[in-house]
């Protein structure tokens, strides 16, 4: 992500797993039908604080899943089951202020096992997206 032209945030998806196990004793299935585990590695820049906004994360609610067939999801993918599935410790941060890295587990609970996965912070004008199954 960049502010004025500076890169004040960098990210990488590491591995996308479908039908991921939960780990937290308080688990429950799926909403919407897979679990997708996204490991996470975040990295940001001390000028990210000059920024309008001084954090970035990979909240749940800028994850849009769109099946094989084109037809995009209309209900959230951080449903509560996608949020036990972990315990927290195994859980990639919501977000990360300026000089901070992390690597973690993003959850998201999706209807096919099969799709693309779209990520945009509400304020950008684009995002990213990626297969899943990872190809």
């Given at each position: 992500m960049t502010d004025k032209d500076k890169t004040v945030a960098s990210f990488v998806i590491n591995s996308i797993q479908v039908d991921a196990p939960c780990t937290n004793e308080y688990a429950t299935a799926p909403e919407n039908g897979h679990f997708i585990a996204l490991n996470v590695s975040m990295e940001t820049d001390p000028a990210l604080a000059e920024s309008v906004i001084p954090q970035?994360?990979?909240?749940?609610?800028?994850?849009?899943?769109?099946?094989?067939?084109?037809?995009?999801?209309?209900?959230?993918?951080?449903?509560?089951?996608?949020?036990m599935c972990l315990p927290?410790?195994?859980?990639?941060?919501?977000?990360?202020?300026?000089?901070?890295k992390a690597t973690g587990t993003i959850i998201l609970d999706v209807p096919t096992p099969t799709g693309v996965l779209v990520h945009q912070q509400g304020f950008m004008a684009a995002g990213w997206e990626w297969e899943y199954p990872a190809k």
């Open positions: 970035f994360g990979l909240a749940g609610y800028g994850w849009k899943a769109i099946a094989e067939n084109g037809t995009t999801f209309n209900g959230s993918l951080s449903s509560f089951s996608a949020m927290e410790t195994e859980r990639f941060p919501s977000a990360l202020g300026p000089g901070e």
